[in-house]
């Protein structure tokens, strides 16, 4: 979660770490982040840069920042997630596997945001492991502990 009082240049790249670092597929990874209205504008433009701005490849690469995900059948299942994030949300950036050179020997996905989505969405939902972010707003602290609260599993949290 991030409070309109947070630090964002501190909260943010704790946040995209969270998220995209071992490319979602490890079961504390930060899959949603729950952001107060007042500074929700903000924090989404700044994830989408720092996303766009991230070096995917070999893991093995000092420099890379996401490697790819592990096999073709986990590409598939990201990509079904994706495309149910397409219809049922609001697409802010990524959303498609990587090609190209390098890309090519692995099964590479470009991060992805989304916003927009109900509660009950299976990218909310889910357990999915993958490198795909769904940022929700909300306005009180009870809204924001229902939010974190609404789902099915014991997630891990920061706040």
């Known amino acids: 979660m991030i409070f309109e009082d ?25 899959t949603r982040l729950v952001v107060q209205d007042t500074v929700f504008d903000e924090v989404l433009g700044r994830m989408k840069l720092a996303a766009e701005n991230l070096k995917v490849g070999n893991g093995l690469d000092e420099d890379c920042q996401m490697g790819p995900v592990v096999s073709q059948k986990q590409l598939d299942t990201v990509i079904n997630y994706i495309e149910i994030g397409k219809k049922e949300g609001n ?69």
């Open 6 to 30: 947070a630090d964002l240049d501190k909260a943010i790249p704790s946040a995209v770490k969270a998220t995209f670092s071992t490319c979602g597929q490890i079961c504390m990874a930060g």
């Open 91 to 159: 697409l802010i950036t990524g959303g498609y596997r990587l090609h190209g050179s390098s890309y090519d020997n692995g099964f590479f996905v470009a991060p992805t945001i989304f916003t927009g989505l109900s509660n009950n969405s299976p990218l909310v939902q889910e357990e999915i492991f993958e490198p795909v972010l769904v940022v929700q707003k909300f306005h009180t602290e009870e809204e924001a502990i229902d939010i974190a609260n609404g789902t099915k599993f014991d997630l891990a949290a920061a706040v």
